[in-house]
């Protein structure tokens, strides 16, 4: 196991609605980056934070944004939600580059 | 064009047999290279990291060639728990992390 937890595991949420996913970071580690991941696809880099600072971002609108706590735990907020987000979100902690994925939180926006 | 490209497969190879796979990356700046493996609906555990030299561990060898822009794994002696699908990632200068779509391995007794 990696140490890297999630929470909820699983999510039903309605269109419009919004979100929050937490994520603890494997001890040590004072990175962490989210992903979303659609059924049959690679999961597609949301952003990073390290050290509470968003350190990188990927094409994903200003509805999805980040925390990251002094412990190094992090939440991921989604806005308005929309069918389309419907996804397993991952987050992977990481001291350097190499990235440790939690379980993911399965989210279905109806 | 994709960041990463990876042939989706399925490779469908019998227990005992070596079998390769490569992808693609554009950005010629990109900085880290990984294998992940991911199993049917689990998170991707990491596999190895890919150096310019090259790198081994066990049965896989992961190889990097920048001139070409492409990643490399190739499995010996394949066993039937390495059925999963397999990711290819490349890091940017910006920190940004691109997944391939991955390609599904299927060992065979």
């Known amino acids: 196991e990696t140490g890297v937890t999630q929470s909820p595991t699983h999510l039903i949420k309605t269109r419009g609605q919004q979100v929050t996913l937490r994520c603890s970071s494997q001890s040590g580690h004072n990175t962490v980056s989210w992903y979303q991941q659609a059924l049959g696809q690679g999961p597609q880099f949301i952003f990073q934070y390290y050290r509470e600072e968003e350190n990188g971002r990927g094409n994903f609108p200003p509805r999805f944004s980040g925390l990251q706590f002094p412990n190094y735990s992090s939440e991921l907020n989604v806005n308005a939600l929309e069918l389309d987000d419907s996804a397993l979100y991952l987050c992977?902690?990481?001291?350097?580059?190499?990235?440790?994925f939690g379980p993911g939180t399965r989210l279905t926006v109806t | 064009r994709k960041e990463v490209e990876q042939d989706p497969g399925p490779f469908n190879v019998p227990e005992g047999a070596t079998v390769a796979f490569n992808c693609t990356y554009s950005n010629s700046a990109s900085q880290s290279f990984f294998w992940y493996r991911q199993d049917c609906r689990k998170e991707p555990k990491l596999l190895m990291s890919v150096y310019s030299s090259g790198n081994e561990d066990g049965r896989f060898t992961a190889q990097l060639n920048r001139a070409s822009q492409y990643i490399s794994l190739l499995i010996r002696d394949s066993k039937l728990s390495d059925s999963a699908t397999y990711l290819c990632v490349v890091k940017d200068n910006f920190n940004k992390f691109y997944f391939g779509s991955g390609t599904k391995l299927n060992v065979k007794p």
């Open positions: 992977a902690s990481s001291l350097q580059d190499e990235q440790y």
